[in-house]
């Protein structure tokens, strides 16, 4: 009896390598072994598709452009100055950014101003911030005076300097109708007042005719740097 079954169990064990041997079955077992092999491996994942990726750039277009429209919509834009009232410190042609968003202390002398035009409020002008709200603001001669100083020799009036250099006061008062352009006031300002004046006294419409404008009349903070 042992006999017999030590020579089945041989006879098992010969007929698996006869069948390890075979070039057949060694294919299949292979094959089998790389199957199970790709079951447990994770699926690698597929590249994007010439619709996904052209979807994600429109997506992205429009979500720039929806960012650029609140920007300029809510805080700041850029115009291109048509006049040349504000030269040579701001000349036509010259591309600046109007900052909509601004507070009290940004409305500072020498700030430049993008304002409606309180007589045509449809119509906007670039002026410069010369006197504040309580100062006394006098023109003499082409010569601007904030409570009776100089207004090139202020701390923060050093840009007159150079306005008086291209400004300068021909001898003879320069008439506008009526209006004498070079002597205006005194003028004491109320607390929301400001007093402006273009950067070209000959021809630029200021606060010599229009009068002192209000804060509210500020449509924004010009930066032309």
Known sequence: MRALIGAG???????????LLDPESARDALTTMLLRDRDL???????????????????????AL???????????????????????AV????????????????LKRGAVVLLRRPDQPDRYLYRRIIGLPGEQ???????????NRALEDLPDGHFERDILVANRYPGEP?????LNRDYAGPLILKQNQLFVLADDRV???????????????????VNYD
Not at 137 to 147: D, G, P
């Open 9 to 19: 169990m041989r006879f098992r064990a010969g007929a698996s390598a006869a069948k």
């Open 41 to 63: 491996a994770p699926a690698r994942k597929r590249g994007l598709t010439r619709l996904q990726i052209g979807l994600g750039l429109v997506l992205g277009a429009l979500l």
């Open 66 to 88: 929806g960012v650029r429209a609140i920007i300029h919509g809510f805080f700041v834009y850029p115009a291109v100055v048509e006049s040349g009232d504000m030269a040579p």
């Open 91 to 106: 000349p036509p042609g010259k591309t600046v950014y109007v900052w909509k968003q601004f507070s009290a202390a940004d």
């Open 137 to 147: 603001v006098q023109i003499h001669e082409r010569k601007v005076f904030i409570n």
């Open 174 to 178: 320069l008439q506008n109708g009526s």
């Open 203 to 221: 021809r630029g419409l200021d606060s010599r005719e229009l009068g002192p404008l209000t804060t509210a009349e500020i449509a924004g903070i």
